[in-house]
């Protein structure tokens, strides 16, 4: 019996240690250089969200705080490299609407944005925007929606690319309407407008902050945001809803991640002080000007608008019968 019970104090110790040992770490925390990985081309709004939080977490904690970006793989191999690292908080990742839909999109995937990360904190939205030449004869959403209707698969579409956020919202607004309209996807959302802006495409579908200054510019008309409110940068531009077209909310969003298992203790000194940093007048004020309203939430509340942001769009995926990648 006394080995039995020396070896129960033994393992009961090493359980009560263990909180300790997270919240020393969390303490200390962190030692060396920070890498925020950005699984898109360099210059786009993650790149900005990234070098927005990273310098004042590195003034904050007196270690770097760097970005990475990692762009090949429509963010899945960045993705597959944050899911692979070391879950101590030197690995972060920042996330878009492309990390809850290409589960349904792809056939295989080295990660799973479940089981193999924890969230930090959603950052910031922007709502996507339908957009059309300023030629195009439909003034507003139900002029269009008419045309359409009376012109089945006349007119078209574009979008920066198949599976990506801007036309799964199109398709949301062509499920809700039952609309034979065209999807033509390009490489990235500049295309995509240059295409509407040329007339080839005669409407697009996109996220507001890439599009916003060429609507300001007058290349572009905006026909409505899919957003629940008015976007403030455009407020004589209605909401799909106040334009007829009722649950088309999708919003553009990103978000910061760690590896699944990264210390509770360092996840939530993380998102307090990213919270801070976000909280800024002249952070908000620059994140504004490329569309971006800050809109936080906890670690608990965004893991679960990932889960059923996943359910959300994977059953947009299967209604409107877009091909899986493989």
């Not at 927005?52 to 760097?66: C, D, K, M, N, R």
């Not at 579409?157 to 607004?173: D, I, N, P, V």
């Not at 909401?239 to 919003?251: F, H, I, M, Y």
């Not at 991640?257 to 360092?266: D, H, Q, R």
């Amino acid at each position: 019996m006394q080995p039995l019970r020396r070896r129960f104090l033994r393992l009961a110790c090493a359980a009560a240690a263990l909180p300790l040992a997270t919240i020393a770490a969390a303490q200390t925390y962190p030692t060396r250089p920070v890498r925020i990985i950005v699984p898109f081309a360099a210059g786009g709004p993650a790149t900005v969200l990234a070098h927005v939080i990273a310098q004042p977490l590195t003034e904050t904690f007196g270690q770097s705080f760097y970005v990475e970006n990692l762009p090949t793989g429509a963010s899945n191999v960045g993705t597959a490299t944050a899911a692979k690292s070391a879950p101590d908080g030197y690995t972060l990742l920042i996330v878009t609407p492309s990390f809850v839909i290409n589960p349904s999109l792809y056939a295989k995937l080295a990660y799973d944005p479940i089981k193999d990360f924890t969230s930090v904190m959603l950052a910031v939205t922007s709502p996507h925007v339908l957009i059309v030449n300023p030629s195009f004869p439909a003034k507003n959403l139900k002029e269009l929606i008419a045309l359409a209707k009376a012109n089945p698969g006349k007119y078209s579409y574009a979008s920066a690319g198949t599976g990506q956020s801007a036309q799964l919202a199109a398709e949301l607004f062509k499920l809700a309407f039952g609309l034979d309209i065209v999807h033509v996807p390009f490489n990235g959302g500049a295309p995509a407008m240059n295409s509407t802006i040329g007339g080839h495409t005669p409407m697009a579908f996109n996220a507001l902050p890439s599009a916003a200054s060429l609507i300001k510019e007058g290349k572009l008309r905006a026909l409505a945001v899919t957003s629940g409110t008015r976007a403030p940068e455009f407020p004589d531009v209605p909401t799909l809803e106040e334009a007829g077209a009722p649950g088309q909310v999708s919003l553009f969003f990103q978000g910061i991640v760690a590896p699944a298992g990264t210390p509770k203790e360092i996840v939530d000194q993380l998102y307090r002080e990213i919270d801070k940093i976000l909280a800024r007048p002249e952070v908000k004020e620059r994140l504004a000007a490329i569309g971006f309203a800050v809109t936080v939430s906890s670690p608990e509340e965004f893991q679960a608008q990932i889960k059923s942001e996943m359910a959300r769009w994977a059953k947009v995926i299967r209604d409107a019968n877009i091909k899986r990648i493989e």
